[in-house]
């Protein structure tokens, strides 16, 4: 490619040959120089004269940073110095190292002053109190590059053992948060080859120099590899910076050429014959960037874009380049509704607050937008009322001028698809269940789908290059779903692949109306469910055959969940008054064209989200919300009957009680009575590859914070000898046993109940099974009680009037643990109670209560 660029500028001979380095002040008055002689020097912008020098300093500069009113400058001799920008004056020593310095970096605010030597320690030193010092000592190598991200919360290092490391600097004590290896080169310290982590103005991400002479964008959220800036040096990098905006990279390498990059697009826009470059400042607001040679030479070059690509530095700040972008992936599913709004209050639509991966979350804060585009200030009259006719002076129609309309701004609860994570680099997984999963890899211009299963004698694996660039998926044991979404010119499809097929070939393709894309889907032993952007639920036959189109009432769609013939599906409902939309389920049975459920409301707590919908091996619907917690729909068959009860609160996992671990859990499924799980630690929220071991935890109702004592104990020291239960213990563990059977009773009961012939012999025999199981239970605690003392025999006949035996069995064991423990007076009202239940009058005393 030809060189664009304008004319050259003149070198300016500031130093003596060596280490040259420069940086701008954040408001663009000054250029500080660096370099190996005993002068710095300040040009001041706009004005082509002499700088104004500081002399008498230390030789052999190596690094320099700058804020408004100071700049900070190391040097060989391990010296930091601070220096008055007005007065061009020296002020004095920040820290003296033993060591070399090798780079310095002002945090955002100016308050802080970080500072790598060829020690191993990083020091981070307040520039108002020299006195007040952190310490990065976490890595094992010296440090050549560091920089604070844009926020000022992390500082990262890169070390010679090509090894970036970044710390959190949010707490009093600096964390080592992150290790990256395998991005950056291995590089001495006073190598002129670059590994600056250089972060996005958007602080989302960072640009890093890699050993192939390549430039790695990685992002801070997951720390994995974006997009990448290739091909353009021929050899190795050696200064890196964005430009203010985010929209172009400027780069120089050894190959004489400095490179201006679109972000975008990561292509090279202009080439310049520059030769020795060593760093490169941007103007904070001009088209003009500076840049310095090891020649000891100063370039100040106006006009540095090229005057076609040169509006790309008037835009607004510009995202970061990933591969799939979390902010462009979220504004897609989320619906705007029309101007006008809802009765005169203009509704904006926004992710649900507390919302990890929302919009606001990812980047400094909320979108500006205008509160009233269309104002009234002239008096024209062309604001209208409810009925549509204008109002006298703009009132509102009762004579008042109300000085500003009222706004709400409503907040959404954003479309997901179970059991998927969002991109992560280049890999996503589209489905995660207990039968396997399925990934998909973006390879540039098509995808690689793999689909691995758990039981390898049941399926064997596949991948297939996947040209549609499918995003969801649905995994069962009778086939895998898929759907992509729309193109320009191409609709959104949805594709099904049966594992098993008598004939030559049974998989379907179907596309949808054009413009319309899939929210969620999927995929039972007798339907295929899909919700859509168009606000439709569409059911499909296994072999495609369109069963059934309908436009449910909450809207816009989040998600669906499909057993059997049932199908669940959740969309956002009312607003209410603190401005969240209700989350609403209804579930049906499409076959028969029963609906169980009609528009009832998700329980969830206060800005909470639902992070997972799915139905259990034996059928009952669940969710998983933000707060940890999973709750199971209890008397879903019969209508308005239905309640969510929870099963389990992560957060009071015996795990988590001594406070030093840390983790999440992302949900899969519920089966054979247990919680399973995909334990996540280092405060990732999705799992990534290579693909993580499934967990699984027992139900465990939310009755109190205190884990039990033996348990606790196990949890905070493993090679203890485990204590002995206690009686509270004991207590404790039958009040779960008795909770949790009797949900397991009542979804059971459900069923029989449900069924045309009052349920199978099987699951009769399973219910008397499961009542007894809970009397046993009941009798277990009776014995607790009894042991306690004649004081608690009220509570003791509590328990037995609990009992579900109707024989008089039980009642008749309970007496003779009572008479084993010398409670004759609770044996005595044991066997009134046996007498009333054998007499029927427990069921006519409830009745007349």
């Known amino acids: 490619m030809a060189s664009t660029a304008p004319p050259r500028p003149r070198a300016r001979p500031a130093h003596t040959q060596g280490s040259t380095r420069c940086a701008y002040t954040p408001n663009g008055s000054r250029l500080v120089t660096v370099g190996s002689n005993n002068t710095i020097r300040l040009y001041k912008t706009g004005f082509d004269g002499e700088p104004t020098n500081i002399d008498d300093c230390p030789e052999q500069h190596t690094a320099v940073d700058a804020s408004d009113d100071f700049f900070v400058a190391g040097s060989e001799d391990g010296t930091v110095s601070l220096y008055s920008i007005p007065n061009a004056t020296f002020e004095k020593f920040l820290l003296r190292c033993s060591l070399p310095v090798r780079d310095v970096a002002l945090s955002p605010d100016s308050k802080w002053c970080a500072v790598a030597s060829d020690e191993l320690t990083v020091k981070v030193v307040n520039t108002s109190d020299i006195g007040q010092v952190r310490h990065l000592k976490e890595h094992g190598k010296p440090t050549k590059h560091l920089v604070f991200d844009p926020k000022g919360s992390t500082v990262s290092l890169s070390c010679t053992d090509g090894v970036v490391y970044v710390y959190s600097l949010t707490a009093e004590e600096p964390e080592l948060i992150r290790k990256l290896d395998g991005i950056i080169g291995a590089l001495d310290t006073d190598a002129e080859v670059s590994s600056l982590v250089a972060w996005h103005p958007d602080s989302r991400a960072f640009a890093v120099p890699t050993p192939t002479r390549d430039i790695q964008v990685v992002s801070k959220n997951d720390w994995e590899k974006q997009r990448v800036f290739s091909k353009g040096h021929n050899g190795d990098v050696t200064a890196l910076a964005w430009s203010p905006n985010g929209a172009m990279l400027a780069s120089a390498g050894k190959d004489k050429k400095i490179l201006l990059w679109e972000t975008k697009s990561q292509s090279v826009v202009a080439r310049l014959d520059y030769a020795n470059v060593m760093d490169i400042s941007w103007h904070p607001t001009d088209n003009l960037a500076s840049f310095t040679t090891s020649d000891g030479e100063v370039y100040i070059h106006p006009d540095f874009v090229p005057e076609q690509f040169a509006q790309l530095l008037k835009l607004p700040k510009q995202p970061a380049p990933f591969i799939h972008d979390p902010l462009s992936e979220i504004s897609a599913d989320v619906r705007r509704p029309d101007a006008n709004g809802v009765n005169g209050l203009k509704i904006a639509a926004r992710p649900r607050r507390d919302s990890l991966d929302s919009y606001d979350s990812l980047m400094d804060g909320p979108l500006q937008e205008d509160e009233d585009f269309v104002v009234d200030d002239d008096g024209a009259g062309y604001v209208v009322n409810g ?109 099904y692949r049966p594992h098993e097929t008598w004939t030559n070939r049974s998989d379907w393709r179907t596309q949808l109306p054009k413009g319309e894309a899939v929210l969620s889907m999927s995929l039972s032993d007798s339907f295929v469910t899909v919700t859509t952007t168009a606000n439709y639920v569409r059911v499909y036959t296994l072999f495609g055959i369109p069963y059934r189109v309908y436009r449910p009432k909450s809207t816009p769609m989040v998600t669906c969940a499909s057993w059997r013939d049932y199908v669940l599906t959740m969309g956002n409902g009312p607003i209410g008054p603190d401005g969240n939309a209700r989350l609403l389920y209804t579930i049906e049975n499409v076959k028969r064209d029963e609906i169980c459920q009609n528009e009832d409301t998700v329980a969830l707590p206060e800005g909470a989200i639902v992070r997972s919908v799915f139905f259990s091996d034996d059928g009952n619907p669940c969710v998983y919300d933000s707060t940890g917690t999973l709750l199971t729909l209890l008397h879903w068959r019969q209508p308005s009957k239905a309640s969510w009860i929870p099963l389990l609160d992560t957060k009071l996992l015996p795990r988590l009680a001594s406070g030093r671990k840390h983790e999440t859990y992302f949900p899969i499924a519920v089966a054979d009575n247990k919680f399973h799980c995909i334990i996540l630690k280092g405060g990732d929220q999705y799992p990534y590859f290579p693909k993580p071991l499934l967990s699984e935890f027992d139900f465990s109702i939310p009755l109190t914070s205190e884990p039990p004592k033996s348990k606790a104990a196990n949890e905070a020291d493993p090679d203890a000898t485990p204590e002995p239960e206690d009686d509270e213990s004991e207590t404790r563990k039958l009040e779960q046993a008795y909770l949790i059977k009797g949900i397991f009773a009542a979804q059971l009961q459900d069923l029989v109940d449900s069924s045309s012939s009052a349920g199978s012999h099987a699951q009769r025999s399973a219910l008397a099974r499961l009542e007894l199981d809970i009397d046993k239970t009941l009798l277990q605690y009776l014995a607790i009680e009894c042991r306690e003392g004649e004081e608690r025999g009220m509570r003791a006949l509590e328990v037995v009037e609990l009992m579900r035996d109707r024989t008089g069995r039980m009642i008749d064991a309970a007496g003779k643990v009572a008479q084993r423990y010398g409670r004759t007076i609770l044996g005595d009202k044991i066997r009134e109670v046996g007498e009333r239940r054998l007499g029927g009058a427990d069921e006519m005393d409830e009745d007349f209560a």
Not at 426 to 434: Q, T
């Open 387 to 495: 009925n549509g006719k204008r109002t006298l002076d703009g009132s509102d129609g009762l004579g008042n001028r109300p000085n500003k309309r009222q706004q709400l701004e409503a907040q959404y609860h954003e479309a997901f698809q179970p059991g998927s994570t969002p991109w992560r680099g280049n890999r996503k997984y589209l489905c995660l269940n207990l039968i396997g999963a399925v990934w998909t890899v973006d390879q540039d211009g098509h995808h690689t789908v793999t689909v691995e299963f758990y039981d390898h004698e049941f399926h064997r694996d596949f991948h297939f290059t996947d040209t549609f660039l499918y995003d969801k998926a649905c995994l069962t044991e009778n086939g895998t779903l898929f759907s992509c979404p729309p193109k320009e010119d191409t609709p959104a499809t949805v594709f």
